[in-house]
Each structure stands twice: as C-alpha cells, then as structure tokens.
C-alpha cells in the first residue's frame, strides 16, 4: 500500500479532485486546495544539510547497520548492555527508544509500561524514576542469566555509552513532544558531536516538526509502518468492532498518502524510515530523487540482509546482529 505521486504537483492535483468530487463545488476546491498549498509553502521547514544526512545515513559510505532498541534479540533492549553488545557484535549504530519518568526524567523504553521488559509492573505516568530503577530490564529477556544488576539507563548514560563506542544513534521519540525536543535540545547544546552522529525520528509528525522547529541543525527522520493505525505489528487487527476497523483503515489510507506526499516536505525530514515489507529498489529510487534517504526495519535474516546490502544498497535496522529472529514488536 503506498498512496503515491510524482512530486508536490501531483499530489495537489489529487486534492483537488478530491476536493471537487466531494463537495461538487470548482470553487470551494480550488479555495481549499489553494490554502493547503499556501500552508504548506509557508508553514514548512527546510532540511538538514544532505551531505551531512548522507554520512550519518551511511557513515562508512555503505549500508549501516542499526540495532534495534541496541539489539533486542542479542541482549536486554533499551540498556547499556544491548549498547556495547551491539558494538561488539559490529553495529554502526543502535535504535534508542525516549520515553520519560512520572517526574520527568528522560529513559530509555519502548513501551508506556514496564510490564512486557521487566520485572516490575506500572504505568510510566505513575512511576518516579527513583522506582523504574529498581527494576531489572533484563528479567524477562532470553538471556536474562547474563545480564544480572542491569538497570533501566537514563537517556544521557546511554549516549554516553554510544558515542563511547563510537555508534550512531537513531533516537525513536515515543511521544509527549514538547517534552522530548527540550530533553533532545539539552543534550545536543551539551554535547554537539550529536549533531554528526545521530538522527531523531518518530511516527508522530508533530514531534520530528517541533524538533526542527527548535533546533533546525538536527537531522531528523519520519517512522512509518502502513495499515499501523488499523493493525499490531504482527498484522493482528486492531479492534473488532467493525466500524472501528473500517474507520482506522480509512486513517490508514489518510496518513500514508499524506507521509508520501507531503508531510515529509513539511517536516524538513531527511530520512524516512520504513516497515521492510513496503521496500523495492522502486520504492528507494523514488524517494532518492527527492533527495530522502530510506533505512527498513526490521531486517532479520541474513537473506534480507544481503539483498539489503547488495542489491538495494539502503542501510537498516535489526534485531539480531549474529543470527536469524523473529521481530521484536
């Protein structure tokens, strides 16, 4: 599924169709086209520099390989120990998930509860960060036995931990976007070396919008998995309620037209980070004539791997770094 156009032109010409297929009105179509187009024209954000997106898209001028939560499969994820695991397992970079502490600390985790990772149990909103600390985040992982006294790392110790390997970082921002781009802001006043070797990204446009916004030196990335409104990542339907399902596949349809054809304008975005089942050497190619970089995820067998490496020539994110597994959702 990719509702897609050849350019800003087309895909305002499909608005206007649209437009005048719902309302039979020339007129109201053109004002409503007209004023998405002024919009968007005034109301977008230029890229980072392209030259500097390339390098840290492919940083040893060929496909990067980036670990999943630091490699999900291969050791806790979201921990300092996933971090160096991935490094000596040969990553070029790891995939951090953002979220933050009843009081407002920055941490590393991907879901809004510590239930599914550790051995605790809570909603994020609820837990100061003096308790998520208490929990083992490798309590529940394969190799758990390996990994005793690790502990959920604030943001700042594991970036510190990533540049200290030398590692590219795509920080994934779960939400709460205000508060996000000012932790992110922070860190990159404190450490500019941020500015060529990481890349902010989320599947929420507002966020990777405001993080341009503030700070217009960060390269930063859209997330897109489609049908993801409608369907779990395992492909699973969402609701069973059938207008339910049916009113989220529309939001579906929606929201990837509007990644492909014009929020990745709007956004100043330099990367555009997919689901692997969407990506052909087509589908890359049309995204680099735009001057957009493309990274899958997530790429977990060594046949992707290598069609990856060899025939798309297109960098990706994965679970595992040593061997074949299952996503990580």
């Known amino acids: ?16 169709v649209a437009a005048l297929a719902l309302s039979r009105s020339a007129g109201l179509s053109c004002l409503l086209t007209g004023g998405l187009y002024l919009a968007l024209r005034l109301g977008s954000l230029p890229p980072a520099d392209p030259q500097r997106a390339q390098l840290l898209v492919q940083p040893r001028r060929g496909p990067a390989r980036i670990a999943h939560r630091g490699g999900a499969h291969d050791a806790p994820e979201n921990t300092r120990a996933a971090i160096r695991q991935a490094a000596e397992n040969g990553a070029t970079g790891v ?29 994020l909103r609820d837990l100061a960060f003096a308790e998520v600390r208490k929990f083992n985040p490798a309590a529940k992982h394969r190799l758990w036995r390996d990994y005793r006294g690790e502990k959920i790392p604030t943001l700042k110790e594991a970036v510190l931990e990533s540049m200290h390997h030398d590692l590219i970082i795509y920080f994934d921002v779960k939400g709460h976007a205000n508060q996000a781009v000012a932790a992110l802001r922070e860190l990159y006043l404190e450490y500019p070396q941020l500015y060529n ?16 916004q503030a700070d217009r030196n960060v390269v930063t990335a859209l997330t897109h998995r489609p049908w993801s409104f409608s369907h779990w990542g395992d492909g699973r339907p969402r609701f069973s309620s059938f207008w339910k399902h049916y009113l989220t596949l529309a939001l579906d349809v929606v929201m990837d037209w509007s990644m492909h054809n014009f929020l990745w304008h709007f956004c100043g975005v330099s990367v555009f980070l997919v689901q692997k089942n969407f990506v052909s050497q087509e589908y890359v190619r049309q995204w680099s004539a735009k001057g957009i970089q493309v990274v899958a995820w997530t790429v977990n067998t060594i046949a992707e791997k290598m069609y990856y490496e060899n025939v798309l020539q297109t960098s990706y994110i994965t679970d595992s770094l040593i061997e074949d597994c299952d996503p990580h959702y």
């Open 1 to 16: 599924m990719f509702c897609y156009c050849e350019g800003l032109p087309a895909a305002f010409s499909a608005v206007l």
């Open 197 to 212: 070797t990481s890349i902010v990204c989320s599947f929420m446009p507002d966020v990777v919008y405001k993080m341009r």
């Open 95 to 123: 995939e951090l998930d953002l979220e933050f502490t009843a009081d407002g600390v920055p941490i590393l985790m991907h879901d809004e509860t510590v239930d599914r990772t550790t051995d605790g149990s809570g909603s």
